[in-house]
């Protein structure tokens, strides 16, 4: 077969398409509808990898597992050298658990996971959430102005996400290092000398969890990670690399997933204040706020598959070992589904059928806990900050990751020390 460009034939917005270009990066959307209604599947000559950004050719490709296998799913390079005897299995999160594995593996791992993170444990640890929020926020309750990313959005889902596991509250600093390096280790373009930095981090990762589990094994505590040592007969079938790497997954997919979404629901909310003034209001809305936001700018782009025999997706061919990035963030925008795909809108009848975490095998398994750091996170700020504001002039600076969408910083204004406003969200949640 003649060699030809897989990218011919579209057009010029989708053939030169950048998806790490800064304008695309604040506001994908227009570009990945055009693609909706043009090639609902295109190749990506810029990043070599193909796109898939229709809904129906997303879920047609996520039910697929075993022609669209998450196996690669989390690609790194390779572990320095000096570090190969300190990390024998490679990184730990790139040992199979569950977002780079495939069923029958992923369904034994992930029926497990689902025992040892349920929505109970969830709504259990929601004092703990709130108390850990309630810290956060002391901290900078009277200095009228904070980056809410940097001081609240960024350490809340970590520290949750670490009182869950059982860390214990003194290593809580390395456990927040360990966890950020574990993210940035996601991003191809990372500097050697930072790369070595973060594979270092992993180390000591690696080395701490091996050590909890070896106490917990002696010792469990009511904790996740004692659960996922030793909770039930096919619990104890995993081994200590499983534990490690599935470890590292809930803190990479647990926490800058949270944190951008935080960032999104205060930028989305704040720009506008009659929605802000409508959710204050009426402390119902709430839920439906945090939902919309994640079908409107959810944290998560797109995240990948490789294929494992040629197979045809939206009319196109895709050969075997193609890089696909599913495009669920397109995929809540995509206007078959959501009628004006753009507006926010509060009502929206079919607002919890967005794709922000995912449908199927792999299907977020953080999901409750979340919503519930949402929900509590957005309860505490509107109460304590009654007259919370944008702070004029800022530039919203998103990464460019394929993954990830969350702004970088965001400043925010209020007047210390004003009473809530009597009907005020500050009387939910007590
Ligand atoms: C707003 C926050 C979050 C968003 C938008 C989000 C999004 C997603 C998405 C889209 C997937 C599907 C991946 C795929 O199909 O390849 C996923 C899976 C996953 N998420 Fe989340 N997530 C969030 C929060 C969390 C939290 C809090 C945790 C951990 C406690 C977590 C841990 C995971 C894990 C481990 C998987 C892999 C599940 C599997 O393969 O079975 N996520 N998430």
Known sequence: MPNRDPSAGLCPALHDYDPFAPDHLADPYPLWRLSQREAP???????????????AEILEAARNNEVFSSRDS????????HLSDRLPNGFPQAYPSLINSDPPEHSRIRKIANRSLTPRHVTVMEPA????ATSLLESFVDDGAVDIVGRFAVPLPVTVIARFLGVDENDLPDFQRWSHAAFLMSNPNLDED???RCATCHAELNEYLQERIAERRQDPRDDLLSRLVDGGEETTQLSNEQIISLTAQLLIG?????????????????????RLQAVRSNPALIGPAIEEVLRIKSSIRGLFRTTTREVELGGVTLPEGATVWLLWGAANHDERIFPRPDEFELSRPNNKDHLAFGKGTHFCIGAPLARAELRIALELLLERLPDLRLADEQELVYPASPVSQGVERLQLEWTPGQPAPSGHLGRVGR
């Open 41 to 55: 599947v295109f190749y990506v000559s810029k990043a070599g990898f193909w796109a898939v950004t229709g809904q």
């Open 129 to 132: 959430i709130r108390e850990i």
């Open 254 to 274: 647990g926490n800058v997933t949270t944190t951008d979404l935080l960032g999104n629901l205060l930028l989305i909310l704040l720009s506008e204040p009659e």
């Open 74 to 81: 989390l690609n790194f390079r390779p572990v320095p050298e």
């Open 194 to 196: 930072e790369f070595i």
